[in-house]
């Protein structure tokens, strides 16, 4: 296993090599490199590539990753770029291999339905292609520039995963490079496998750090009738979250239930100007629901309104129109581009089985005070996944005592029997935090499954887990 | 890595550890072993294991695998023995780790609808336990005496996978005791999850070669409304199947779609004396539905039969009482009981993309009768899952013939776009033909994969593939 120091530089042989296996214009070095050194996490460590080269089949992939295999240089693979962890960060130099043009849509098949995709098409093109074709994609994880390479290898959530699930549970089948060059296919069109291990699924969510997807295929279903969307205001964020079992239990499953907090609604009124229903309120649901019919989503939100009612709620708000509605979306789509605005030290993604949110919140709160950091949050009420975004307006906290408060809300998230990410991933920035979650005896065990794929540990070093730490 | 010969026998010293362990009555020896040397496999190899050990916590089973790793004595780990593929035979003797005794339901949340259980509780004390809360686990494999451990270690499907999916989609979390006894937890009680490699999902379906599963995290759902079935006779099973695309493209998701043709219903017929209805058409689909409400289900019925009457179906029978339905459900329940009095020279649990069903069953039949061998075959039209009996009541087939067949119709379903086996597991009788759908590279990686939980080889050795195979 190599360690930091054993990783090779990139040298002009290889440079040459590079330009031989993609063409000129696709190696970029020097300055044009600067674009890939971050993704889009607000508090972010960059570091820049020795090259970037941009492959456009799976060929060119296979003989980059020999290449680099043999060389012993650090690999990054690259999508569009918009994580939230750090985990496209070139943190020990090498090769980035940026699949923006793998972006072709391969197929869509509208018997098996199922869409098979190049990892640097994005979610909006994606969306585009399917429901052309009366077919639907419903993850939403809230960035439709995301490339699906990314949000397979993050198994990126969102906010419909009541009814949908996640990432993974829309992965069929994939096309990977391991690195020494072998091209290795997983599943196919259908959910039921029970042919060896399940690699699809131990590849979506390991960040690059197994290997390089060059092919995804990806399970569609019918598109939804209605969509609706319902707001509802509680005294307070413990009765909000409350009535969620509630709703659950009386059989009704919902895309997605949200919560959100007045602080953060005046945070968009005062950096948008944008009116925002209900505003003097503490707490909501928004409740997002498909329905075949108008009357069933009346029957629907009228058994909603009553068990909410039933729980403090005071009032239902449905908007309208289709403008409205939209409206409504784009205050919660917008949360985290307005706490760009604020001091923020770091954000957490924490999930936690859903009936400890409200005490996760309270208590990390607590502990923030000590630091003078106040912690503003919201999240997905249906599915216990939580972003916390901890601010320090006074500019007084230091990086150790940063450090130091995030260890105590992650083992805060651990004993209540919750986890560190539930969308961004570890990445970088989150990896120090693992040991919290998972004791040594697993992490040595994902180390040994690590160099499975990766003898050599080219592979997106440096995240997840260090592979010579302890 | 060890070969057959390499590995150890028990010897008396190991018993009397295990009695220290488990307690005399939990030790089984001699003849007592007899009954745990094959599952349901209609055409199956026995063979005795040396002892048979019952433990009833998860720290015995701890301390026996770390003996059984120590000694290099193979390890088998058993639920409830009612596989299809030999996965639980003893190939290489040793020690079957029966997990009967660990049966407990540990808790039915319904705040978070996650059901934590030990392996050995079977499907039918599961659905009662959740229901009895007003929750649901909708998988239904079919057989209710098999256990959840065995169900998550073969991730058996069944026939409610076009709305449901299968077994793994269920799993949340796992406790796993790795062969040195090292005790690992994966998962929670949350759908989404970003932190590390996701074990759950590549343990769930690795038929006891990695680890053994000691306790499960199961996703529940609220009880569905009502459920109904419809019967849609068509005048050939080409349409029946080329129906079913339509349908979905409808909006409609039913909990399952089977078909079913005149050769099997005479079967079942000509064995129990049952009457089927309908039972002078070629070939049915027979449509499981959930609808909340009469009218809801009356409109999703309505919708079916016109899009099938479009594509030639020629009735449409909906049982009107409760005893017609099940009725309907026990035909299909005993095919497989039924084809048990057939000279059945072997099984296949192939799964295709759905629109590929009807070509792989014409062209297999077509393979089949240059054998003098006719196939009795029903499956899962929705989710592309077939399952072929191979008949040869002249008895004049060899067994190398037998294995030729059998090479060409999986051939035929891996050249389709599908794989080996969709819901079985390869375990003894299928990883023969398991090269036939993954190349080298790809089984190298697993056994790589292998390695990294089991570095002796001890777990299940002789399934899915070989270690020491080329």
Redesign the interface.
């Given at each position: 296993v190599k360690t930091r120091s054993e990783y090779r530089k990139v040298t002009p042989e290889i440079i040459s090599s590079l330009v031989e296996i993609v063409g000129e214009k696709d190696v970029l070095t020097g300055d044009k490199c600067f674009n890939y050194s971050k993704d889009e996490e607000i508090v972010a460590e960059t570091h820049v590539p020795e090259v970037v080269v941009r492959p456009k089949d799976t060929a060119s992939v296979a003989r980059i990753l020999k290449l680099a295999d043999e060389g012993c240089i650090p690999v990054v693979p690259r999508g569009g770029g918009t994580g939230l962890s750090g985990g496209v960060v070139p943190v020990h130099g090498g090769i980035v291999i940026s699949l923006e043009k793998m972006n072709k849509i391969l197929e869509v098949?509208?018997?098996?339905?199922?869409a098979t995709v190049q990892p640097g098409v994005t979610l909006a093109e994606l969306y585009e292609a399917v429901e052309s074709r009366?077919l639907y994609y419903p993850l939403f994880p809230g960035e439709t520039n995301a490339t699906l390479g990314g949000n397979v290898s993050?198994?990126?959530?969102g906010m419909r995963?009541i009814k949908y699930?996640?990432t993974?549970?829309f992965v069929l089948g994939l096309e990977v490079v391991?690195p020494g060059g072998?091209?290795?296919?997983?599943g196919?069109?259908?959910?039921?496998?029970?042919?060896?291990?399940?690699?699809t699924?131990?590849l979506?969510?390991?960040e690059g750090t197994?290997a390089i997807i060059t092919e995804i295929m990806l399970r569609l279903?019918?598109?939804?009738?209605k969509r609706e969307v319902l707001c509802i205001p509680f005294p307070n964020l413990s009765d909000a979250i409350n009535a969620v079992?509630a709703i659950?239990?009386?059989?009704?499953?919902p895309v997605g239930i949200e919560w959100m907090e007045k602080s953060l609604i005046d945070l968009v009124k005062r950096f948008t100007g944008k009116e925002v229903p209900l505003r003097d309120y503490e707490a909501f649901l928004m409740i997002i629901l498909e329905a075949?019919s108008e009357e069933?989503f009346l029957s629907i939100s009228g058994r909603i309104e009553e068990t909410c009612r039933k729980r403090g709620a005071t009032d239902i708000f449905i908007p309208g129109t289709e403008r409205a509605k939209r409206n409504l979306f784009e205050v919660r789509e917008q949360f985290h581009t307005m706490l760009t605005h604020c001091n923020v030290i770091g954000t957490a993604?924490i999930?936690?089985?859903?009936?400890c949110i409200v005490q996760l919140l309270e208590k990390s709160r607590e502990k923030a005070a000590d630091y003078d950091v106040i912690i503003l949050a919201f999240g997905?009420a249906g599915?216990?996944?939580l972003h916390l975004y901890l601010v320090n307006e006074e500019g007084n906290i230091s990086q150790e005592q940063t450090k130091e408060l995030f260890k105590k809300i992650y083992e805060l998230g651990v004993s209540l029997?919750?986890?560190?990410?539930?969308?961004?991933?570890?990445g970088l920035s989150k990896k120090g935090y693992?040991p919290l979650?998972?004791d040594k005896?697993?992490?040595d065990?994902?180390r040994?499954?690590?160099?499975?794929?990766d003898p050599n540990g080219i592979m997106n070093p440096g995240k997840?887990?260090d592979l010579d730490g302890d």
């Open positions: 098949d509208d018997d098996n339905f199922v009366g993050t198994n990126a959530g995963a699930g996640v993974r549970n391991l072998d091209i290795i296919r997983t196919g069109k259908y959910v039921k496998c029970s042919t060896g291990y399940e690699l699924q131990l979506a969510g390991s197994l279903v019918p598109l939804p009738g079992p659950l239990k009386d059989g009704i499953i075949g069933e993604d999930v936690v089985p859903r009936s997905h599915d216990g996944n029997g919750g986890t560190i990410s539930g969308e961004h991933g570890l693992f979650a998972a005896e697993k992490i065990l994902l040994r499954v690590k160099l499975a794929f997840i887990f």
